[in-house]
């Protein structure tokens, strides 16, 4: 075959195409995430536990780097009442130095559960440093760049708009059998070693109490029957004289009923 005008054995070797690059992925480990919202406010029965959420969204998933973990956190809360916004019911009374304080109020919106925390509160207000022969900041708070401004700072934080009371709850309480759950009656067992003195016991314990349930009734039960007829030694009396005497069983002196 003919190339360049030169008779050349063919054919000849294609040309290599052009490398394609090959890029590694760029996405992190986990994706991007956004930070978590605030919690929502508390749902379920007043005074009691419900739950609440909060939730996130992943910031790399338009970029084709989708996210591992949830984007929905919920926990246990209280549920208490719902509290409108703070308004200004006092303005500031100073005009400089963060001198000033604001009083700011807000309404239990609720008013069949009641709201947790304070209807009222104070902050300090009017940032701006304050002009000579006055010092330039009152008490602890110091002139400084505050969000690109000379301010007396540190400026207050800003409040989360929903806070979320922590739920704790007791165990339930199990039901009671009506009376109470008692063990088994004891050995009888004399009271008294001696004097035929002495009256059979029995007794029983509530095993019912340790969960909450009280038994009715007594822990113990005294027969009638005297027992321990065996001579007192001094200085008790040989026998007890309301109930025995001494007497001769056999060739033993032992106390007898009267």
């Not at 360049?4 to 052009?18: E, N, R, T």
């Not at 394609?20 to 379920?44: H, I, K, M, R, Y």
């Not at 005294?222 to 009396?237: H, K, M, N, S």
């Amino acid at each position: 075959m003919s190339s360049g005008g030169k008779i050349i054995c063919g054919p000849l070797p294609a040309a290599d195409p052009s490398p394609t690059p090959s890029f590694a992925s760029c996405c992190l480990d986990g994706g991007v995430w956004s930070t978590w919202s605030e919690w929502n406010s508390c749902q379920g029965t007043c005074n009691k536990c419900g739950t609440t959420n909060r939730t996130r969204s992943c910031l790399s998933a338009a970029d084709g780097c989708p996210c591992t973990g949830d984007d929905i956190e919920t926990d246990t809360c209280k549920v208490t009442g719902t509290w409108g916004p703070w308004t200004v019911s006092s303005d500031c009374n100073d005009t400089c130095g963060a001198c000033g304080v604001s009083t700011y109020t807000r309404t239990c919106q609720t008013s069949d559960c009641a709201c947790v925390g304070a209807a009222t509160k104070t902050e300090a207000c009017a940032f701006s440093p304050c002009a000579y022969p006055r010092d330039s900041c009152c008490g602890a708070y110091k002139a400084g760049s505050y969000q690109g401004q000379i301010q007396c700072g540190p400026l207050p934080a800003a409040e989360p708009e929903n806070t979320v009371s922590i739920c704790t709850t007791d165990p339930p309480t199990p039901a009671c059998v009506a009376g109470g759950e008692w063990s088994a009656w004891s050995t009888a067992k004399c009271n008294d070693t001696c004097g035929l003195c002495g009256l059979m016991v029995q007794t029983r314990t509530c095993t019912s109490e340790a969960k909450g349930c009280p038994c009715t009734g007594s822990a113990s039960s005294i027969g009638t029957v005297r027992c321990a007829d065996a001579l007192c030694p001094f200085p008790r009396a040989s026998c007890c004289t309301l109930y025995a005497k001494r007497a001769a069983v056999g060739s033993v002196i032992k106390c007898v009923k009267i």
